[in-house]
């Protein structure tokens, strides 16, 4: 009997084991069939976003897309026996929050030798001012403002032709834009005085080309000038020429754009000479005569490693050969001049390196459309605070200004002072 329940017991055993390794072996089974379905599935997943990571790259390669900030406070000393508070003929202060710069920039590689740019500026106005107030505009709000717009074809280093509205050959500058200066601002009166017809571009064709990489370049422009009705060249039959030529003797600056300082990281020593004419671009429309003008500037960057040293230095003359009618931004022909020195610490501390910047400006309207006019000048002293290049600064700048002007003008030739804190970004 034993022998029996024995035989029993070990035949159930052997059954029970056969069945649970029947039923181990199929859940083992449809476990790796599950595993593989889902790695299959995210191989497929994987394989797709290769796809849109490498057509997101190719976009990235081929499209740009930045913008560039700048803003300020400043407070301005009033002309004096001008304070318009009704309570005294003193002096007084301007206070002043402005965003000075506020742009877009958009690039998009359209073939391998085509290229198209795309920017726009913010245009900041304050709608309480009245009109001819410095910062106002009769109720004006903020706009967008075209920029740039042209298109760009290269054959190679040495022949490239843009085609639209852009900076056209011109001065260091005005190529360098307001970011990329030395100083915190443009240099200020007769300094740049083209008549292009907006923030220094006009509509056109420039060529322009390199030889070893930005060693010397060469720039020539055909661009619409000055063209505004009842005054000189009302028709817009005469367009305006401009070239400029750049020789750099250490380092070259490749790209159709300059700057005024690399902050240490090259040492250049450059000189360029510009020259810019327009038949009938003077004058009156009664007795219309022919605009010309030129300039050479100057610049010098040196790393010694124990600071960085920039100097720079420009002429500029403008004529109108003796005629009435404004000519440039300043209203008049003559000579202007600019000489600027920078010092900049190697290390940071903090955040950035500090920059020590002065710079002077004077033109003299010798030639000017008004015998009262008189010489405007400029003379600034700034720390700067640089913290990624001309990607980010900070900048408290002191000026001292000779307004000019004519002697109906309560404040012809007066000193001004003005102190202003700026900060600019862009990426």
């Not at 084991?17 to 995210?42: A, H, I, P, W």
């Not at 490498?54 to 026996?81: I, N, P």
């Not at 230095?313 to 600027?340: C, I, K, L, M, P």
């Amino acid at each position: 009997m034993k022998k029996v329940v024995l035989t029993l017991v070990i035949m159930f055993c052997v059954v029970f084991l056969c069945n649970v390794k029947v039923g181990f072996t199929q859940g083992m089974e449809e476990r790796m069939d599950y595993l593989e379905n889902r790695l299959s599935e995210m191989t497929s997943i994987q394989e797709d976003h290769k796809s849109a990571i490498g057509a997101l790259k190719g976009l990235q390669d081929r499209v740009s897309v930045g913008f560039g900030l700048r803003t300020q406070f400043s407070t301005t000393e009033d002309a004096a026996g001008t304070k318009g508070d009704g309570v005294s003929g003193g002096r007084s202060w301007d206070k002043d929050f402005d965003v000075t710069n506020m742009r877009l920039y958009f690039g998009a590689k359209i073939t391998d030798n085509i290229r198209v740019e795309f920017n726009t500026e913010i245009s900041n106005t304050d709608f309480s001012a009245p009109t001819g107030h410095a910062h106002g505009s009769g109720g004006v709000t903020d706009d967008i403002r075209l920029l740039d717009a042209f298109v760009e074809y290269t054959w190679n280093d040495y022949a490239h032709i843009r085609f639209g509205r852009h900076l056209p050959a011109s001065d260091r500058y005005n190529l360098d834009g307001p970011y990329y200066q030395n100083s915190y601002d443009f240099p200020g009166p007769g300094i740049s005085a083209y008549p292009f017809k907006s923030t220094g571009r006009a509509e056109g064709i420039s060529y322009w080309g390199q030889y070893d990489g930005g060693r010397f370049k060469w720039q020539l422009s055909a661009v619409e000038g000055r063209e505004i009705s009842g005054s000189a060249n009302d028709d817009p039959d005469h367009l305006m020429y401009t070239g400029r030529l750049t020789f750099n003797f250490w380092e070259p600056e490749p790209g159709y754009y300059n700057s005024s300082t690399f902050y240490g990281e090259k040492d250049v020593l450059a000189i360029g000479l510009v020259g810019v004419h327009q038949s009938d671009g003077a004058g009156t429309a009664a007795i219309p005569t022919d605009y010309t003008a030129y300039n050479v500037d100057f610049l010098l960057e040196k790393n010694f490693g124990w600071g960085t040293i920039d100097i720079e230095a420009a002429y500029f003359d403008y004529t109108n050969h003796r005629t009435s009618g404004g000519t440039g931004t300043t209203g008049g022909a003559g000579q202007a001049w600019e000489v600027g020195f920078s010092y900049l610490y190697p290390e940071k501390i903090g955040w950035g390196a500090p920059q020590l910047v002065t710079r002077y400006v004077e033109n003299n309207p010798t030639e000017a459309d008004t015998p009262s006019q008189w010489t405007k000048n400029k003379l600034e002293i700034g720390l700067h605070y640089i913290i990624q290049g001309h990607n980010a600064k900070i900048a408290l700048v002191w000026s001292n200004s000779k307004l000019g002007g004519s002697t109906t003008d309560p404040d012809w030739n007066e000193s001004q002072n003005s102190v202003k804190l700026g900060m600019q970004f862009q990426h």
